[in-house]
């Protein structure tokens, strides 16, 4: 069993950034891969990004390409997403899941076997 603990949301102004950190209980979760998802109001939670074990490869939904950048530090048991130009849109609850399969499942949801609790990213006008 793998616990994952968010932090790093809040509140900030459009056109500004956010680092959210995952930090997992078990060092099995370097063996993961691991992945960003997001819920806002009244909508259904979306994959946002992905990044394999060792950190090559990373899978980002096409809403959020080359304003978020998933990462991972082993050593430290993290995986973080640097998100910048935030605009009132990326509003949510931010989600850390963990996916234990060999292969990358892609954003479904029910790919993945470990989730936080969330975190409130808040972006204002």
């Known amino acids: 069993q793998v616990q994952l603990v968010e932090s790093g949301g809040g509140l900030v102004q459009a056109g500004g950034s956010l680092r959210l950190s995952c930090t997992a209980s078990?060092?099995?979760?370097?063996?993961?891969?691991a992945a960003w998802f997001r819920q806002a109001p009244g909508k259904e939670r979306e994959f946002v990004a992905a990044?394999?074990?060792?950190?090559?490869?990373?899978y980002y939904a096409d809403f959020v390409k080359g304003r978020f950048t998933i990462s991972r530090d082993n050593a430290k048991n993290t995986a973080n997403l640097q998100m910048n130009s935030l605009n009132p849109e990326d509003t949510a609850v931010y989600y850390c899941?963990?996916?234990?399969?060999?292969?990358?499942?892609?954003?479904?949801?029910?790919?993945?076997?470990?989730w936080g609790q969330g975190t409130q990213v808040t972006v204002s006008s």
């Open positions: 899941a963990a996916d234990t399969a060999t292969y990358y499942s892609g954003g479904s949801i029910g790919a993945y076997d470990f």
């Open positions: 078990a060092r099995t979760f370097s063996t993961y891969y």
């Open positions: 990044i394999d074990w060792s950190g090559e490869r990373t």
